[in-house]
Every structure is written in structure tokens, then in C-alpha cells.
């Protein structure tokens, strides 16, 4: 008991010393749009980019605050140093420990996302708006500094959203959570967002916020309206947005871990994607992926040079076998399997060595690049049809061509449209495949037959006549 005290002493003492020195640097600003960033992830690279995007579009709707991200002390220096370069006051703060990790439901990706309670530490400030870093803005939101002591949106019928929240800094408030997170306080899924509406338990029957027309501040707890929180999934239903409740101003994405917007290929799998990129090339721009880009881009020029230009090696090498007459179902067998891994190889292995947040232009084009080179290579090898082939490669242009289709009414259109050119694409990649296995037979049939390759082709008999 007594070590776990000086734990939450040493947390409160950093997080005083955090806040003085915001304010210490501070422009006189009450108010600040703040974010997290902690390490420890697979995707942590992916966040720190979807941090400065939203940080840099905050810019670009010149808001009247400040731009605070709380990172954590492992965050690489070059990350923070390229947030101060953006204008964002970054504060460092120490890992709070999760006493919920011992869940049954509990995610490993959740691990430290309680340092978001670090927000109520920022007494420098008025109130903040805390953030999550998949919000994509579409306008000004300051408005919300008006609102009271803690204001969220209820996406959830009855369980409101933490991905963006206003508060009102407290010490007072900061230890009592602390201490809530000592003794265990119930948390239904193990993070901030289980903790927060476990904390506030009676935000539901609280009213809806409207700001006052004066400018003047409320005091107390609110409900804000959805449009501060639209969640996307709302949008691909209608594939418009239909929230009549406040302004339409932040978009987020609750959705599924690898379909986060600025993934390459969440586009256009999911639209809005497409929107989160536009914010990003007109802020952050694409210049740290597009070396990786060109590289690629000239090694696929490359392997397809070399595969037609080796192809009679290739096809030797693949069919210059002097195998036993009994070992010839076997040989044929692996050729077989070896081919179609092959295929698997040459459409999987560039969906992987593509940056993840490329714009999904650039990533579909070298995705699809990609997966013709590697095509190539495997057509020389085992001397197919190159049609054959690539009918899966023309089967994903297809999909992609029907998913970004711009005039569908609704979603429910675009999703049995997209159903029907599936229904109706999956027996050409099934034709394809037995027709790459019909191929594969008849060539080894063939080369059973034949003289093997880099034999002679003559008898002793024709070769006195030279």
C-alpha cells in the first residue's frame, strides 16, 4: 500500500511539474486541443502520423487555442522535435500502470491508453478538448471550450465516446482518478474509455450542450451533440451524413484496428478514407514515403525486365528434371503446388512491402504494379498463359473500380453491387485456376515425352551429315 502511495505521489509531482511547465511557455491561451501519444504497439508509427495530421488541420482551421500532445518519455526525440516544429507544446509525462490488465476481456492495445487522464492535469488551461488521433475535422469546434466541467458524445445510445471529450483541469480531480485506479475502481473493458464512463456515471441524464450566444462559459456536466463525434459508420449506411443534431464539424473512426483511415488500403474499401488523405497531402504531405515509393517502383521495373529476358532459363530450371519414371506423379505434384504458391506469393507479397500510410492512389498502383511484376515472374517460370494468370489481378482492379464508384444512392447499393461482381468474378478465378492446373499438366505431359532439356535434339545418325 504504502509503494503504490508513492507511485501516485511521484505521478502527481511529474504531472505539476508537466503543467507548470506549459504554462512556463505558454501565450496566454486559456484553452488547448490536446492528444496522446505512447509507445509499446505495432501501429505506433501509424499514430504519431495520424497525430501530426490532425495536430497540422487544427492549424489550418486557425482554432484559438493551444495544440498540447502528452507523450510519453519513450516516444523517439526526432517524433517530438518534428511536433514542436508543427507548433504543438509537447509535455512529457510517465506511463501510468493498468490495474486492469489481468481482465479477461482486456486488449493489449489498450494498455496505456489511461494516460489520457493526464488531461486533467493541464491547469495551465481553462478547458481542453481531448482528442484521439482518428478525428478528422471538417471545421473550428472552439465552441466547446464554453461547454462545462466534462462534456462527451453518446454514440452509444447509452455509453458515451471518449475520442474526443471537454474538460475542465483539476489537481483535485487528477488525484481523485488516481486514487480510483489504486483501489480498482470497476472498468468494463480495461481502458480510458471503460474507466471514464465508469467515473462519470450519470452523463446520460445530464442536458445537451448549446453554446451560449454570449460567449459565456457553463458550468456542470453536458452531453454533446453527435455531430461532434460522427461516427463513420453512420456515413456508409447512406453515404452522406444524416446528423441533425449540431454541426456536422469531427468525423472518428471506431472502426476495426487496420481499417484506421490513413491506412493505404482502407480506401476505397471504406470512403471516408479517401477524406483523411486529402487532409493529409494538403498538411503533412507524402515526402517520408515517397523514396520507399520509387524504390519499389524501380525494383518491379527491374524483376520484370529480368524475368522476360531470362524466361528460357527460367523455364529450364523449372523443367530440366532427370527424375525416375516412378517419381514422375510426385515431381508433377510439387511443380503443381510450387506453382500455385507462387501465385499466392506474387499478389500477397506487395500488399506487405508498401508503406501503410501511403495515399491510397499511390498505394493501389504499386499494389497492383507490384503484383503484375511478381505475375511475370511466375508465367516465365512455369510457362503459363499470361491471361490465366492474371485474371485475379483484373478480378481486384474490378473491385476496386465497383467500391470507388462515386454516384451509388446509398451503401446498401454499393454493398450488393459490390456482392454481384463478386458472385460473378469467382467463377472466372476458379476458371483461371484449373486452367493454370490444366496448363501445368499438359507441359509436363509434354516433357515427359520429349527429350529433356539441354539434351541433344538429334540422333547420331542426322549428325554425320555435318
Not at 18 to 33: F, L, Q
Not at 302 to 331: D, H, I, Q, W
Not at 393 to 421: C, E, K, N, Q, T
Request: proline share 7%; glycine share 6%; aromatic share 14%.
Amino acid at each position: 500500500m504504502g509503494r503504490r502511495l508513492e507511485l501516485v505521489v511521484v505521478v502527481v509531482v511529474a504531472a505539476a511539474a508537466a503543467a507548470a511547465a506549459v504554462a512556463a511557455e505558454g501565450k496566454g491561451r486559456s484553452h488547448a486541443y490536446a492528444a496522446m501519444m505512447y509507445m509499446g504497439t505495432p501501429r505506433d508509427y501509424e499514430f504519431y502520423v495520424a497525430t501530426r495530421v490532425m495536430m497540422r488541420s487544427l492549424v489550418r482551421l486557425r482554432v484559438d487555442a493551444d495544440l498540447v500532445v502528452m507523450a510519453s518519455s519513450d516516444v523517439p526525440i526526432p517524433w517530438t522535435r518534428s511536433l514542436k516544429e508543427d507548433g504543438v507544446k509537447v509535455v512529457t509525462v510517465k506511463n501510468l500502470k493498468n490495474p486492469y490488465e489481468k481482465q479477461d476481456n482486456f486488449n493489449i492495445r489498450f494498455k496505456l491508453t489511461l494516460n489520457k487522464l493526464y488531461a486533467w492535469s493541464l491547469v495551465a488551461y481553462d478547458r481542453v478538448v481531448m482528442l484521439d488521433s482518428d478525428n478528422l475535422f471538417l471545421q473550428r469546434t472552439d465552441e466547446l471550450f464554453q461547454c462545462g466541467q466534462f462534456c462527451a458524445v453518446f454514440i452509444n445510445p447509452c455509453i458515451f465516446h471518449t475520442g474526443l471529450f471537454v474538460l475542465q483541469p483539476s489537481m483535485e480531480v487528477f488525484r481523485s482518478m488516481l486514487h480510483e485506479l489504486e483501489i480498482g475502481r470497476e472498468n468494463p473493458d480495461g481502458a480510458d474509455q471503460g474507466f471514464l464512463t465508469s467515473f462519470f456515471p450519470d452523463l446520460l441524464d445530464r442536458p445537451m450542450f448549446h453554446p451560449p450566444s454570449n460567449g459565456s462559459k457553463l458550468g456542470g456536466m453536458y452531453r454533446l451533440p453527435l455531430g461532434y463525434q460522427m461516427d463513420a459508420s453512420y456515413y456508409y449506411l447512406k453515404l452522406r451524413w444524416t446528423i441533425p443534431c449540431g454541426p456536422n464539424s469531427v468525423i472518428t473512426f471506431p472502426s476495426a484496428p487496420w481499417l484506421k483511415p490513413w491506412y493505404w488500403w482502407s480506401w476505397p474499401v471504406l470512403p471516408l478514407g479517401f477524406s483523411w488523405h486529402e487532409q493529409r497531402r494538403k498538411t503533412l504531405g507524402y515526402s517520408s514515403e515517397l523514396p520507399v515509393i520509387l524504390i519499389q517502383s524501380v525494383l518491379y521495373l527491374g524483376v520484370m525486365a529480368v524475368a522476360r529476358m531470362a524466361c528460357p532459363s527460367l523455364s529450364k530450371l523449372c523443367y530440366n528434371r532427370r527424375a525416375e519414371k516412378r517419381s514422375f506423379t510426385f515431381s508433377h505434384t510439387m511443380i503443381k503446388v510450387a506453382a500455385l504458391w507462387c501465385i499466392l506469393a506474387a499478389y500477397t507479397i506487395p500488399f506487405f512491402l508498401i508503406p501503410r500510410t501511403v495515399h491510397p492512389l499511390l498505394g493501389w498502383s504499386l499494389y497492383l504494379f507490384g503484383s503484375s511484376a511478381l505475375a511475370s515472374i511466375v508465367i516465365n517460370l512455369f510457362v503459363l498463359p499470361p491471361l490465366t494468370v492474371l485474371t485475379p489481378w483484373v478480378g481486384i482492379f474490378g473491385a476496386l473500380f465497383v467500391m470507388a464508384f462515386p454516384w451509388y444512392s446509398d451503401g446498401i447499393v454499393r454493398a450488393l453491387s459490390l456482392f454481384a461482381y463478386a458472385f460473378c468474378c469467382a467463377p472466372l478465378v476458379l476458371g483461371s485456376l484449373m486452367r493454370v492446373l490444366g496448363s501445368l499438366q499438359l507441359l509436363l505431359e509434354r516433357e515427359a515425352f520429349s527429350p529433356k532439356l539441354g539434351e541433344p535434339t538429334w540422333s547420331p545418325r542426322s549428325s554425320k551429315l555435318y
